[in-house]
């Protein structure tokens, strides 16, 4: 996704089918992604996740989840953050990761 400073590439992302259609054959992702992943790892900061959550929405996101290193998920929106995501309501507040 085009972001205001340079194309950056969430770690995970959902597009809808009608937005998908619109980028289909393109070498990245022309329209913005509804939801935003990223998976913090042990060199990333809460300074960095702000700044990407911050340029993600600013391109269009509507949702960005962030999964700490033990797997506890959190949802954030433009406004705020969210006890769970509005796009995916039953989405766990836990994950397992199975990094290697």
Not at 38 to 66: C, D, H
Not at 77 to 98: A, D, Q
């Amino acid at each position: 996704m085009e972001t205001e400073d340079v194309v950056r590439s969430p770690d995970v992302v959902w597009i809808s089918r009608e937005r998908a259609l619109a980028s289909r054959g393109a070498l990245y992702a022309i329209v913005d992604p509804e939801i935003c992943v990223e998976v913090m790892f042990p060199g990333n900061s809460e300074i960095q996740m702000t700044e990407k959550r911050k340029l993600y929405f600013q391109a269009g996101a509507e949702e960005f989840w962030l999964c700490s290193e033990d797997g506890k998920m959190r949802f954030f929106t433009p406004f705020g953050e969210l006890e769970s995501s509005r796009r995916v309501p039953g989405f766990p507040k836990l994950i397992e990761l199975l990094l290697e």
